[in-house]
């Protein structure tokens, strides 16, 4: 077998002339919207028009196709470091997390760790069994960064490493971060995480320029956290745990529209915080969160139930 | 027992499945769900098919990613191919039709759309189809006596021209960045014989600086029109007060933006501390400058 | 300088000349050059690997580095308390301890520095935080004032050790290294009295001026724990609680450093009981002091006993760290006060021994406030390994910590190789002017 593109007169279909046509489809992980891969994709696309590419039906036949109709993935423009520092002009993120849907089952994390290649052992949304008093309620409590309206890990880093941005998000430039870890002696919601080890990456991801929006590809000795996706809404899609989440836990909007989903629902914002007594965590430490909470009540799951789910937690 | 159960959570196409995994060559590979579906934004604009693949994990089904569908129009031949895509993490891959398909697009009726996943590694061949019957809204905006009026009137292409579409689910929504939020009284509306339907806006929402917002009629992912809608921007939010916040000169913004007192005092300070230290090296070289005129006694 | 005899003269240069190390000295430096090797193979470990090498995880993210490095500004907050404060307050008996404590400051603060760099995830990034430093943050305030008070200090070590320098060109062999040395940094002097005067009031400004940058960056630093949210750091008593320790350590390493210059370099008539006795007297003062920023840092959120402190005081009394934290307290201070009462207590060697007593708890009294806060988070530990919760430092940090620690010693056994530890000239003149009296 030979892996000439060429012979179109051969009735066997070689399985590598297949898989040249495979090469114009893009990688598809979340760190790929600022893919060098699309402008190569387009590159070739122009030298291919006119080839034909080798395609098996469903019967068995062979149908002979352009290339140029090899669908390059869709190219999202790529953000400068200046407009990632800045975001989105007019938005204003929020996320809002049902207590009384949330059963431990960590679908969240386990999309969150997946899309943004947080090391082992380590997790960007925590899920913690809350019990805080002896004789008060246990309920399931997911938490990401707060994106605090005014965070006190910002406020410590010394290079501009982390930073506020105008649509309420906080940011990470792991090209920048000196390692210090002063933002996670700052935050009283412990949401930061530390690659203490050199991060362990697909070779197409460690190809990637570091964008501050997916956090990949992330750096040994920086630090990261839950970044809330903002690379997904420009794309008009919801972060990667508010879709995985198949009990509808989390909400995430802009709050300028007052309308967030939690991909099945729709709502209101302010109605939905009102109607339901929403309310942030440690708001007496004035860091003023992002993320409201709707307290465990009229739940859909017995606390006990998102026991089981606990020994599933990575380790 | 479990067998039957399996079957009973079964769907037609699965058991189609099924019947195409007894014929299958390799029995190793895996059976594959495809979904089609076929959405259009705009009136003349040209349409996009949305693909899904999963596959039974368990009880339930999760998204695969990386498989790569070959999707065609009317038929499967070259002459239909549209293109060829690949699922994402999440189990979906787009392809808007190209194009070179206007004129055919335009000229038919029924549109027939065919997804096919071929010669794969892992999973079974699998296609699916879909027939579209050509539709479009016509969306008028109206305000009378501070009342405001969303009506949607339904085209379907019959016979070479548009017709009326009665008995019509549609839906009248505001666009959000993430999401449509409903903007009718109620959820859903059906066209009459004029293939009409209209509801009160009545929302008072946020809209962009101006306080336009848009409000868009949209048929969701009907089996005979597929997903189809149409939009407009009106002045109908309320406008966005601009947020200066971000320029403001905080504690948590960036070094540009240092409040004026953090920039003031501790460079006074600095300045002062350090014009002595400097001062003092300066008394280090006039100690020298003495010593080497001084002659030594 | 007439009034004193020639004869006494050249008793007091011959005594105070540097000398050449004797066998106890090679051992000393040799042990010392090892152990910066040890700490050099550590630190070439974690160059490589990251701080992946350090028992340090997300919740314990700050170790025995930030620890050392709070206990190395502490301690070098005795150059001030010693050479400014006492020359201002015109403590008569403070000749042969100054510059002492003076190296002491530098060696300790050049290690400071150093360690921030080591505990970087980034260190080749170093240069971010001249590049892109922001006011708002403490730790640019802390690298200013830690640049500030390392160049007050090596102008407090250099002025007064001008008048020394043509005795020791006299003293060494021609066209010797040391000799060489001598002469670059001062064959200028000539002992005329303008010299005289511009240094003395160089002296003099540094004395007032290195009180105030002494009490920043020690301030500043108490401030890397209290500008947070976390239990056990967010005090607004921090900065005098940290000030206070790092004036009891601080006269604790110099008590250490007397005796053994003492011993080593027979300097008994110079380093009298008599400075002993006082610095014994200063010592309980300073550790009282500092019992008392205690009892109100631990008793006062402990009446309280808040949900958030409970955690971190409950693992300091009765938990994970209670046979350091109650050792640090009885070692680091409750026992050199009991002792030190007593004027037998003030003698040389029972004062050596308070002083090591002093230094070590000390170091670990910084360890128990840096680490233990951070493993009592607001939010419980959840979905983290077991080993998270816990923090158990590794033969590398080990390694550089001990490497960093001998590295600063080495710095003062080479200084004192070079130079004089007690300052000849102002020796004499002390001598002579009592000898008028």
Known sequence: ?315 | ?297 | MSTLSQVSINKITADLLPKKFGKPGIIWTTVLVMLSIGGLIGYFRQLQSGLSVTGMRDYASWGIYISNFVFFVAISLVGSLITAIFRLTNVSWRTPLTRISEIIAVSAIIFAGLIIIIDMGRPERFTNLFLHGRLQSPIIWDVIVITTYLALSLLFLYFPLLPDLPIMIKHSRAGSVNQKIYKFIGSFWKGTAEQFRISESAVKIISIMIIPVALAIHTVTSWLFATTYRPGWDSTNFGAYFVSGAFLVGSGGVVVAMYVFRKAYSLQEYITEKHFNYMGKIVVMLALLYLYFNINEYLVPAFKMKKAEEHHLMSLFTGEFSYLFWSAILVGMIIPIVVLLFPSGRKPLPMFVMGVCVVVGAWFKRFLIVTPTLLSPFLPISNSPESYAHYHPTWEEWAITVGTLAGALLIITVFVRLFPIIPIHETIEEQSKAHKL
């Not at chain 1, 800045?86 to 386990?110: A, E, P, T, W, Y």
């Not at chain 2, 995994?21 to 979904?35: F, G, I, N, P, W």
């Not at chain 2, 990613?65 to 060829?84: A, M, P, Q, W, Y």
Request: glycine content about 6%.
């Open chain 2, 1 to 297: 027992m479990r067998s039957l159960r399996i079957l009973s959570i079964a769907s037609v196409w699965w058991l189609f499945l099924l019947f195409m995994d007894v014929s299958a060559q390799d029995a190793e590979k895996v059976t594959l769900r495809l979904d089609l579906t076929y959405h259009r934004q705009e009136n003349g604009q040209l349409p996009m098919l949305r693909t899904s693949t999963m596959t039974k994990v368990g009880k339930r089904f999760e998204p695969v990613h990386d498989v790569e569908i070959n999707i065609f129009f009317n038929e499967e031949t070259s002459k239909g191919f549209l293109g060829r895509i690949k699922t994402s993490d999440k189990g979906t891959a787009f392809l808007t039709i190209p194009n070179e398909f206007t004129y055919e697009l335009d000229s038919s009726a029924a549109l027939k759309f065919i997804a096919t996943v071929t010669d794969n590694e892992k999973f079974e061949d699998v296609s699916s189809e879909i027939e579209i019957a050509k539709a479009q809204i016509e969306l008028t905006l109206n305000e009378e006596d501070s009342i405001r009026i969303m009506k949607a009137k339904v085209l379907l292409f019959e016979e070479g021209s548009w017709k009326p579409a009665p008995e019509t689910e549609i839906k009248f929504v505001v666009k959000r960045l993430l999401s449509d939020l409903n903007a009718g009284e109620e959820e859903l509306y059906t066209t009459d014989e004029l293939g009409e339907a209209s509801s009160e806006f009545k929302l008072n929402i946020p809209g962009n600086a101006n306080g336009d917002v848009i409000i868009a009629a949209k048929i969701d992912e009907s089996d005979v029109y597929g997903s189809i809608s149409s939009s407009k921007a009106v002045k109908w939010g309320t406008p966005l007060m601009s947020d200066n916040s971000f320029a403001k000169r905080t504690l948590w913004s960036t070094r540009d933006k240092t409040p004026w007192w953090l920039l003031i005092f501790p460079n006074l300070i600095i300045a002062s501390v350090w014009g002595v230290i400097l001062y003092l090296i300066y008394q280090i070289i006039e100690i020298r400058k003495i010593g080497k005129t001084h002659k030594n006694l």
């Open chain 1, 1 to 315: 077998m030979n892996g000439n593109a060429e012979s179109s007169g051969s009735k066997e279909i070689q399985r590598r002339d297949f898989l040249k046509g495979v090469l114009l489809a893009g990688i598809s992980t979340s760190c790929s919207t600022k893919d060098p891969f699309t402008e190569a994709a387009k590159r070739e696309l122009v030298q291919a028009s006119g080839e034909t590419v080798q395609l098996l039906s469903t019967t068995g036949e062979i149908i002979e196709v352009d290339k140029a109709f090899l669908k390059p993935i869709e190219e999202i423009p790529s953000t400068t470091n200046l407009e990632e520092r800045m975001g989105i002009k007019g938005k204003k993120f929020v996320m809002v997390i049902d207590l009384s849907h949330c059963r431990n089952l960590k679908k969240c994390q386990s999309a969150c760790n997946h899309a943004h290649f947080v090391s082992d052992a380590q997790n960007w949304i925590k899920v913690h069994a809350m019990h805080e008093g002896e004789h008060t309620a246990s309920y399931w409590q997911p938490t990401t960064c707060m994106h605090c309206e005014e965070p006190p890990c910002v406020k410590v880093c010394p290079v501009d490493a982390t930073f506020k941005r105008q649509d309420g998000i906080v940011g990470i430039d792991a090209e920048r971060c000196i390692g210090c870890r002063f933002c996670m002696a700052a935050c009283p919601y412990s949401s930061r995480v530390f690659n203490w080890d050199k991060p362990v990456l697909p070779p197409e991801v460690l190809a990637l320029n570091y964008s501050s929006e997916t956090s990949c590809p992330p750096k040994i000795g920086t630090v990261s956290k839950c970044d809330f996706c903002p690379d997904m809404a420009r794309k008009g899609e919801l972060p990667h745990c508010v879709s995985a989440c198949p009990n509808g836990v989390f909400y995430f909007g802009d709050m300028n529209e007052d309308v967030i989903t939690n991909g099945s629902d729709t709502v209101r914002f302010s109605e939905l915080i009102r109607d339901r007594s929403g309310y942030r965590l440690m708001e007496d430490l004035g860091t003023k969160p992002s993320v409201y909470y709707l307290p465990p009540v009229d739940r859909l799951f017995k606390f006990e139930e998102g026991l089981k789910n606990q020994e599933a937690s990575r380790s």
